[in-house]
Structure formats: C-alpha cells, structure tokens
C-alpha cells in the first residue's frame, strides 16, 4: 500500500513540475480574417478555413469516443447540409458583434463563433 502511495505522489508532483506543452496558434488575428472574409476575393479561402475548423471539431469528439471516452461532447453541431457560406457568414456576424475578440487568434475566435452559433443538444451530440 505504501509503495503505491509514493508512486502516486512521485507521478503527482512530475505532472505538476513538467511544463505544459504548448500548441500552435495561427498567428492570423480574427480582426484580419474577418477583414478576407468579407472580401469577395478571400470568401473561397475563408470557408475552407472555416470548414477545416468545423471538420476538425467533429473529429476531435469522434477521436475522443474511439480513444474510450464515451463521454466526450462537441464544441459544436453544424447541420450536415450546412454551407461553407452559410458558416461564413454565422462568423463574420459573430465577429461584428463580439469586436473585443478582433485581437485574439483567428482559431479561438472562430472557434467560439461555432460554438455559439451552433449550439449542440443536450448531451452535445447531433
């Protein structure tokens, strides 16, 4: 009992001391994406952003349940029929009412814009 006692302490404090791994950010501001995606030049590239980040939702939460979480909720539910221009615009207008994010990266923004535009059912599955 006590041998495995120290070993959840020893196990405790390296997960604490280990520094956090960081993950990569675009360095792209929501404000600037914003600015490509209401250009009629950039709505090509916009939606393939958006619907890169929309993909890469439904598949962290499926990712999650095959890995044993059965739990494991989404960020958000885009209807299959949805249009990458119909999420484009979901986010240009979130973007338009939430100026303080213009700042932040592009992915937490648009992100979040998902996620309130897209809200799951209860349980956060479709």
Request: hydrophobic fraction near 45%.
């Amino acid at each position: 009992m006590m041998r495995h006692l120290v070993l959840f302490a020893a196990v405790t404090v390296l997960g604490v001391a280990s520094p956090a791994h960081a993950q990569r950010l675009s360095p792209m501001k929501a404000g600037k994406f914003g600015q490509i995606c209401t250009s009629p030049k950039g709505a090509a590239i916009c939606d393939a952003y958006i619907t890169g980040m929309a993909d890469a939702g439904a598949l962290a939460k499926l990712n999650a349940r095959s890995e044993g979480d059965s739990s494991a909720v989404a960020g958000f539910c885009i209807p299959d029929g949805e249009t990458g221009a119909a999420m484009r615009g979901h986010v240009v207008s979130w973007l338009k009412a939430h100026r303080d994010v213009l700042d932040q990266p592009v992915g937490k923004s648009v992100f979040a814009a998902l996620h309130d535009s897209y809200s799951c059912p209860a349980g956060g599955t479709k």
